[in-house]
């Protein structure tokens, strides 16, 4: 194990970050990562345990306690407090083929299911894990290693989110020639055109990318199958096909002046204005801007959280985030959120930081309602409607959510952004392939075997599955290649 009595000898310390009031003026990583020194003593704190929570990725009352990939916590965690940080490459690498992405962006189940933090702060796994990784590149051992025979059978992935790109790496490791189609012109799905730069930079995915391609992966960008390539053309041109094509349906709100000018999907505020970004920083104008305008973002999750960093950065007017939910306490409740469920606890995160920063004040409105848009003469959005809302548990204990009297209120806005989650993925493609969907219009298929009603084809990663993590994604494309390669070779060592 780390060091034996490293947890009572160093204080958690995870990543720094840079200060708000200085980050808000740039899109690169607002974060530091840790020195080796820091790493090595965070690495000390791991104790070990008989049941490693950390590692054991589940699911529990609808969320994930542990890490839905397996990661070998304790065993990296030791290896770093001592010194070896070749083979604790070596290791994450076993669970994970990108640890730089979750390392950066994933919440972290496996810190809330950590033994340390039932009565302490838990180890900072996420930023050990991220450590071990960038030294990995910046020593070169993170190289290209193309498998030494080929099965002469061909793949297709449709979808290049890390569903798709863990599925492509596993599938060339066992040696098949993997395609993967991509629609956008960059691959990397939401972890380039939903998640910010400053939160994770295409340049980690485009250093991803080419290390892929180095083993041989071929990536067709601006390609949509069921348009730009005929999706009946799959069955023959492929032995097999992986579905990742996400879960991109946006959530509604359906209420009078939805239709006004100025009122936007999150998507499409974040996805132009990463493209015009990273195409020309941001000087061809073609992206929703929020300069100057008085923005509120409907939804209090990470999207929208998304929403207020890159609109601060775009040097928006004013700033609010609405959340229908209350807010909730700083600390989990042992009784309804108990270790090692992933606490639901209030977080103040980046974005939250930054809006604070700029305007003074956390940006979010809680219990708020959005009843209705309200326009100028041109049909643009000028006000948003609202009232508050309290939740009743009625006598079978289901929650009812009532407005409650004289908390009507009215916003000025003229950038409205709707950040309330995904329905589901897009139905195109599984109706011109024939695959069942479920009432939910997720891809029906089991996890586990990721199999379809049609054979030859597997799904997986949010398609399957619904909006979720980047680590829930890896770990359905590193399961849907292993029941790939076992359909086509009849077998398979892939974990
Ligand atoms: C704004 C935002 C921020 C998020 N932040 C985080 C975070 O910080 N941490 C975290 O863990 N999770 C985060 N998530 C969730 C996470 O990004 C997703 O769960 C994950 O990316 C899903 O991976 P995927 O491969 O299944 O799908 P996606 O990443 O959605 O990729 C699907 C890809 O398929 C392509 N595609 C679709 N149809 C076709 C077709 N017919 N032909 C070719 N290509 C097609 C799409 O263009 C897309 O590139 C966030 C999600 C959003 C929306």
Same mark, same amino acid.
């Given at each position: 194990?780390?060091?034996?009595?490293?947890?009572?000898?160093?204080?958690?310390?995870?990543?720094?970050?840079?200060?708000?009031?200085?980050?808000?003026?740039?899109?690169?990583?607002?974060?530091?990562?840790?020195?080796?020194?820091?790493?090595?003593?965070?690495?000390?704190?791991?104790?070990?345990?008989?049941?490693?929570?950390?590692?054991?990725?589940?699911?529990?009352?609808?969320?994930?306690?542990?890490?839905?990939?397996?990661?070998?916590?304790?065993?990296?965690?030791?290896?770093?407090?001592?010194?070896?940080?070749?083979?604790?490459?070596?290791?994450?690498?076993?669970?994970?083929?990108?640890?730089?992405?979750?390392?950066?962006?994933?919440?972290?189940?496996?810190?809330?299911?950590?033994?340390?933090?039932?009565?302490?702060?838990? *180890?900072?796994?996420?930023?050990?894990?991220?450590?071990?990784?960038?030294?990995?590149?910046?020593?070169?051992?993170?190289?290209?290693?193309?498998?030494?025979?080929?099965?002469?059978?061909?793949?297709?992935?449709?979808?290049?989110?890390?569903?798709?790109?863990?599925?492509?790496?596993?599938?060339?490791?066992?040696?098949?020639?993997?395609? *993967?189609?991509?629609?956008?012109?960059?691959?990397?799905?939401?972890?380039?055109?939903?998640?910010?730069?400053?939160?994770?930079?295409?340049?980690?995915?485009?250093?991803?990318?080419?290390?892929?391609?180095?083993?041989?992966?071929?990536?067709?960008?601006?390609?949509?199958?069921?348009?730009?390539?005929?999706?009946?053309?799959?069955?023959?041109?492929?032995?097999? *096909?992986?579905?990742?094509?996400?879960?991109?349906?946006?959530?509604?709100?359906?209420?009078?002046?939805?239709?006004?000018?100025?009122?936007?999907?999150?998507?499409?505020?974040?996805?132009?204005?990463?493209?015009?970004?990273?195409?020309?920083?941001?000087?061809?104008?073609?992206?929703?801007?929020?300069?100057?305008?008085?923005?509120?973002?409907?939804?209090?999750?990470?999207?929208?959280?998304?929403?207020?960093?890159?609109?601060?950065?775009?040097?928006?007017?004013?700033? *609010?985030?609405?959340?229908?939910?209350?807010?909730?306490?700083?600390?989990?409740?042992?009784?309804?959120?108990?270790?090692?469920?992933?606490?639901?606890?209030?977080?103040?995160?980046?974005?939250?930081?930054?809006?604070?920063?700029?305007?003074?004040?956390?940006?979010?409105?809680?219990?708020?309602?959005?009843?209705?848009?309200?326009?100028?003469?041109?049909?643009?959005?000028?006000?948003?409607?609202?009232?508050?809302?309290?939740?009743?548990?009625?006598?079978?204990?289901?929650?009812?959510?009532?407005?409650?009297?004289?908390?009507?209120?009215?916003?000025?806005?003229?950038?409205?952004?709707?950040?309330?989650?995904?329905?589901?993925?897009?139905?195109?493609?599984?109706?011109?392939?024939?695959?069942?969907?479920?009432?939910?219009?997720?891809?029906?298929?089991?996890?586990?075997?990721?199999?379809?009603?049609?054979?030859?084809?597997?799904?997986?990663?949010?398609?399957?599955?619904?909006?979720?993590?980047?680590?829930?994604?890896?770990?359905?494309?590193?399961?849907?290649?292993?029941?790939?390669?076992?359909?086509?070779?009849?077998?398979?060592?892939?974990?």
């Amino acid at each position: 194990m780390g060091k034996a009595t490293g947890f009572m000898e160093y204080e958690r310390q995870a990543v720094k970050e840079r200060t708000p009031d200085k980050r808000v003026k740039d899109w690169t990583d607002y974060t530091i990562p840790l020195s080796t020194e820091e790493a090595e003593r965070q690495g000390a704190r791991c104790m070990d345990c008989g049941v490693p929570t950390c590692q054991t990725g589940m699911e529990m009352t609808g969320g994930t306690s542990g890490c839905p990939v397996y990661h070998l916590i304790p065993e990296w965690n030791d290896l770093v407090y001592r010194g070896q940080w070749k083979e604790a490459l070596r290791r994450e690498h076993l669970m994970n083929n990108f640890p730089e992405f979750t390392g950066t962006a994933c919440p972290a189940p496996c810190e809330g299911a950590c033994v340390l933090g039932i009565n302490e702060q838990p *180890v900072a796994i996420r930023s050990v894990e991220r450590s071990i990784i960038e030294r990995g590149f910046a020593e070169g051992w993170v190289v290209p290693e193309p498998p030494k025979t080929r099965t002469g059978k061909k793949v297709a992935v449709i979808g290049s989110g890390p569903a798709g790109l863990a599925a492509a790496a596993q599938l060339n490791k066992a040696g098949h020639s993997v395609v *993967v189609f991509e629609r956008s012109d960059r691959p990397g799905g939401l972890l380039t055109y939903g998640i910010p730069e400053m939160k994770l930079p295409y340049e980690m995915v485009e250093r991803r990318i080419r290390i892929l391609e180095q083993e041989g992966i071929e990536f067709r960008t601006n390609t949509e199958v069921g348009k730009d390539y005929p999706a009946s053309a799959l069955q023959a041109d492929f032995a097999a *096909v992986i579905m990742c094509t996400g879960a991109a349906v946006h959530r509604d709100v359906e209420v009078e002046g939805r239709q006004l000018g100025g009122v936007h999907y999150a998507m499409d505020f974040l996805h132009s204005s990463t493209k015009s970004l990273l195409d020309s920083n941001l000087e061809d104008g073609k992206f929703i801007s929020a300069k100057g305008k008085d923005v509120i973002v409907i939804g209090g999750g990470d999207t929208g959280t998304d929403c207020l960093a890159t609109a601060v950065r775009h040097d928006c007017r004013s700033l *609010v985030q609405f959340d229908v939910y209350e807010q909730k306490d700083g600390v989990r409740d042992e009784v309804s959120n108990p270790w090692p469920q992933y606490p639901r606890i209030h977080r103040v995160e980046y974005g939250h930081k930054e809006a604070a920063s700029v305007f003074g004040s956390d940006p979010r409105a809680y219990a708020v309602m959005t009843k209705k848009f309200v326009g100028d003469e041109a049909g643009n959005v000028k006000e948003v409607h609202t009232v508050g809302v309290k939740v009743r548990i009625d006598e079978h204990g289901n929650r009812i959510r009532e407005e409650i009297l004289g908390t009507e209120r009215v916003w000025k806005a003229d950038l409205v952004l709707l950040a309330i989650g995904f329905s589901g993925p897009e139905q195109e493609l599984p109706q011109q392939l024939e695959i069942e969907v479920e009432a939910n219009t997720r891809v029906k298929a089991e996890h586990g075997r990721f199999t379809t009603n049609r054979e030859g084809f597997f799904a997986a990663g949010d398609m399957r599955r619904g909006q979720s993590l980047i680590v829930w994604a890896i770990n359905e494309g590193r399961g849907a290649a292993r029941e790939c390669d076992r359909f086509l070779m009849g077998e398979t060592v892939l974990p």
